[in-house]
C-alpha cells in the first residue's frame, strides 16, 4: 500500500535577508557543455552553506560555506553588520564540527584530504576569536562536552584502542588526561558538571558494554549484544540522572526515550513509538534538558517532553508554518531568545533563518544551495509493502511528475546494512535518478535500522536470503497494480516490468549483484559501487576483521563456513549473472579491497559477460572527489540509458 502524498506549497517569504554578502561569495556551478554533466554538477557537489552557529550572547554567526575555490570560515558580527573573520581552508581542508566554547571564541575540528582522496578526521582542533583573530591550533580530541564558563572543553582520543579522555583548556591549550576506559573503543558521558561517569564500549565478542564510574573504579552496569534489547546513557538530565535510549519496558523493540536514576540504580521508559526508533533529541542551551524527542517512521516526527520551553513553542510554531518540511533547530543563544533554524524537505534541499523566541520574528539568513533555488524537483512518496512472509516493509518512491507510469525503474538499495536506514528528505542522487526519468524505489529491507532491534536484527546472517527476499519483493510490488498511488486510476503500476534495474554502494552493491541471481528475469541490469562480491574474501581482508570485535561481528552477522559463504557470493554465481552489469571501485577501498570487484569481474568475463568497469583512482570506499563522482555517474547514465531507454 503506497503511503498519503504529502500536500505541497510555497515557502512562506520572510521579512529580511541577513548576511547577503555571504551568499554573493558562492559562485552557482559552472555550465557545462554536456546538460547531464551540468545536472550532475549541480545535484552532487555539496551545498554552498554548510555549518551555521550563533554564539551565545547572539552578536556574531559562524558559518562555513563551500565553492568551486575551496571551503571558508566566516564570521559576522551582528552588532556591527560587519564581516570580521574570512579564513580560507582551500581544497585540501574542511571543517567537521564547529561551537561555540566562550561568547567570543569558536572552536573547529579541521580535516584534510589525505592520499586516499577522502576527507578523514585528524581529531585537531582549532579556536578562532569573532573578532578577528587567527586560527590557532589548540590541541586534538573529539569533543565529548563544552564546559560553559570555564573556558574548557571534554575532548576523548585514542591513544591504543582504548580511549581517554582529557580536560582541554580552550585558551592556553593545555590538556590532562582525566579518565580512561575500562573497555576498547569507548565513547564516554559525562554528569552536569563535567565529570565523566559512563563509558559505552565493547567487548571482545563485539558486545556493547557500559560501565560507570564511581571515583576513580569502573563498575560493568550492562553488557548486550546486537540482536538483544537494552539500554544506554544518551545524556546527562541533571543531578544524578541520565537520558537513556532504550528497547527494554514493554513488548516492543524500538528504541525509546528512557531515564536512569544513578543513585536508586533504576531505570525507566519514558515514552516509545511502537514501530520506530527515537532518533533525535532537541535540547536547551544548558544540554542538560530535553525539549523535543524526535521519530522517523515515514516522515519526520516529534513528541515535546517541555511543552511551554520557548524552543519548544518555537518548533511547534514552525512545524505548522512549515507543515511539509522537517524543522531543525541548529543552534540557540543562551537564552533561548534567538535559534538559527533549518527548514528542509524532499524537494528543498534545505534553509536557514534566524528566528526571535520572544518577537516570533523570523529572518532568512541563507539557502544551502542557491544555484537550486528555483528548481522544482521530483517529490518522495513514503510506502508500506507486504513481504513474502507477512512482514511489513518501509521505503520510498520518488517520482517526477513527467515519467511515465508505469515507467522505467531504479531499485537503490541503502549500504550498512545493518543500523542503516533510507530517510525522507533531500537527496541528490535520488533526484538526479528521478530527473532522468526513472522512478525511485528504496527500500529498507529487514537489517536496516530505524525500526526497532528486532527488525534489524532479522537480518543478520541474512545476506543474499531474506534480506534479499525482501529487495525482491518490493521489486515486484512495484510492477503490481495500484502501486503507482494514482488516485486518479489507482490500477497503475507503478514500474515497467521489463524496465528495472537494480544499483547500490556498498552492500547496496552486493545486493544490486546477487538480484538477478536470486530472482532471474527480473532485473535489465545490476550496478554495484565499492562493493562486496566475495564474502570468504570479506572474512579475510577489509578493515572490519583487524580487531577480534570485528571478527566476532562478522561471524555474528555473516557465518563463517566456507560453502556457506560462497553460496551467498556473487563471485562463486556469476553464472547466473545473465543481466548487464556495471562495476565502479575505488582503488584504494580498505572496507571493501578492489579485489572483490576484480575477481566478480574476472569471473563475468569467463561466464562470456564482460560487466562494464571503471576504477577510481585516489579513492577509498566513499567517492569523495567530485571529478570522480562526476565520472561515475556520467558511467551510470550510459549504462542505465543503455538497457532501459526509457524513451
Keep these: 500500500m503506497t503511503g498519503p502524498r504529502r500536500p505541497r506549497h510555497a515557502l512562506p517569504t520572510c521579512a529580511r535577508s541577513l548576511l547577503v554578502a555571504l551568499i554573493a561569495l558562492l559562485p552557482a556551478a559552472g555550465q557545462a557543455a554536456d546538460p547531464l554533466e551540468a545536472e550532475m554538477a549541480l545535484l552532487l557537489k555539496p551545498p554552498n552553506v554548510e555549518l551555521v552557529r550563533i554564539s551565545p550572547t547572539g552578536r556574531y554567526l559562524a558559518v562555513t560555506t563551500y565553492s568551486d575555490r575551496g571551503r571558508r570560515l566566516l564570521v559576522h ?4 553588520d560587519t564581516q570580521t573573520v574570512n579564513y580560507d581552508l582551500a581544497h585540501e581542508n574542511a571543517i567537521s564540527s564547529m561551537e561555540w566554547v566562550t561568547d567570543n571564541l569558536i572552536m573547529v575540528q579541521q580535516i ?61 591549550g593545555s590538556q590532562r588526561r582525566v579518565a580512561r576506559s575500562p573497555s576498547p573503543r569507548a565513547r564516554f558521558l559525562p554528569d552536569a558538571d563535567g565529570k565523566i561517569r559512563f563509558s559505552i564500549g565493547e567487548s571482545a565478542n563485539a558486545r556493547q558494554v557500559i560501565h560507570v564510574r564511581e571515583g576513580r573504579e569502573w563498575k560493568l552496569l550492562a553488557s548486550t549484544a546486537l540482536d538483544e534489547t537494552g539500554w544506554e546513557p544518551w545524556w546527562f538530565a541533571g543531578p544524578g540522572k541520565y537520558y537513556t535510549r532504550t528497547s527494554e519496558g514493554d513488548d516492543a523493540t524500538t528504541w525509546g526515550l528512557g531515564l536512569y536514576d544513578l543513585e536508586t540504580e ?26 523535543a524527542v524526535g521519530y522517523e517512521l515515514h ?8 511543552a511551554k520551553h520557548p524552543l519548544a513553542l518555537l518548533h511547534g510554531t514552525l512545524r505548522k508554518t512549515f507543515d511539509t518540511s522537517t524543522v531543525r533547530i541548529v543552534s540557540t543563544t543562551r537564552d533561548h531568545t534567538l535559534a538559527v533554524v533549518e527548514v528542509s524537505s524532499d524537494v528543498n534541499p534545505g534553509d536557514l533563518y534566524l528566528a526571535n523566541t520572544a518577537t516570533r520574528q523570523l529572518d532568512k539568513l541563507y539557502t544551502r544551495r542557491p544555484d537550486l533555488a528555483d528548481r522544482t524537483f521530483a517529490p518522495m512518496s513514503a510506502v ?56 525511485v524505489l528504496q527500500v529498507n529491507y529487514r537489517g536496516s535500522g530505524g525500526y526497532g532491534v528486532d527488525y534489524m536484527a532479522a537480518g543478520f ?28 486510476n489507482p490500477e497503475l503500476a507503478l514500474a515497467q516490468a ?77 553464472d547466473e549473472i545473465k543481466v548487464p ?52 555517474y556520467a558511467d551510470t547514465f550510459r549504462f542505465l540509458a543503455e538497457h532501459l531507454d526509457n524513451e
Excluded at 558580527?77 to 556591527?80: F, G, I, Q, T
Excluded at 584530504?113 to 580530541?141: D, H, P, Q, W
Excluded at 565502479?584 to 562494464?612: C, K, S, W
Design 77 to 80: 558580527d551582528r552588532e556591527k
Design 112 to 172: 584534510r584530504r589525505n592520499v586516499l582522496g577522502g576527507f578523514f578526521g585528524s581529531a585537531e582542533l582549532f579556536t578562532i576569536n569573532a573578532r578577528g583573530g587567527r586560527l590557532k591550533r589548540i590541541g586534538r580530541g573529539e569533543v565529548i562536552d563544552i564546559l560553559d564558563g570555564k573556558r574548557a572543553v571534554l575532548v576523548s582520543i585514542s591513544p591504543d584502542r582504548f580511549s581517554e579522555v582529557q580536560r582541554l583548556d580552550v585558551r592556553g
Design 266 to 291: 533504576t531505570h525507566t521508559l519514558l515514552l516509545r513509538h511502537p514501530k520506530t526508533d527515537v532518533t533525535d533529541l532537541l535540547f536547551d542551551f544548558s544540554q542538560q534538558n530535553v525539549v
Design 299 to 306: 516522515y519526520p516526527g516529534w513528541r515535546y517532553v517541555n
Design 384 to 439: 508500506e509493502i507486504t513481504a513474502r512472509d507477512g512482514a511489513t516493509l518501509y521505503g520510498y518512491t520518488t517520482s517526477h511528475p513527467e515519467t511515465p507510469v508505469p515507467g522505467p525503474m531504479v531499485v537503490l538499495v541503502h549500504g550498512g546494512p545493518y543500523g542503516i536506514r533510507d530517510r525522507w528528505g533531500f537527496n541528490g542522487q535520488v533526484q538526479l535518478l528521478a530527473s532522468r526519468g526513472y522512478h
Design 461 to 488: 546472517g541474512e545476506w543474499g536470503r531474506l534480506m534479499q527476499d525482501d529487495l525482491t519483493d518490493a521489486t515486484r510490488w512495484a510492477t503490481e497494480p495500484g502501486s503507482a498511488g494514482s488516485p486518479e
Design 498 to 574: 521489463d524496465k528495472i534495474c537494480i544499483m547500490g554502494t556498498s552492500y547496496g552493491a552486493y545486493a544490486a549483484l546477487m538480484g538477478p541471481i536470486k530472482a532471474p528475469g527480473l532485473y535489465r541490469c545490476a550496478a554495484g559501487t565499492s562493493g562486496v562480491y566475495d564474502m570468504t574474501l570479506m572474512k579475510a581482508r577489509g578493515d572490519v576483521r583487524r580487531t577480534r570485535a570485528g571478527e566476532a561481528y562478522l561471524r555474528h552477522v555473516i557465518g563463517q563456513s566456507k560453502e556457506a559463504l560462497e553460496s551467498i557470493s556473487p563471485t562463486y554465481r556469476a
Design 581 to 632: 552489469v556495471l562495476l565502479i571501485h575505488g582503488e584504494q577501498d580498505f572496507r571493501a579491497p578492489i579485489a572483490h570487484a576484480n575477481g566478480l569481474r574476472r569471473a563475468l568475463t569467463a561466464a562470456g559477460n564482460p560487466p562494464t568497469w571503471r576504477k577510481l583512482s585516489g579513492e577509498g570506499h566513499e567517492t569523495s572527489q567530485l571529478r570522480n563522482i562526476l565520472a561515475s
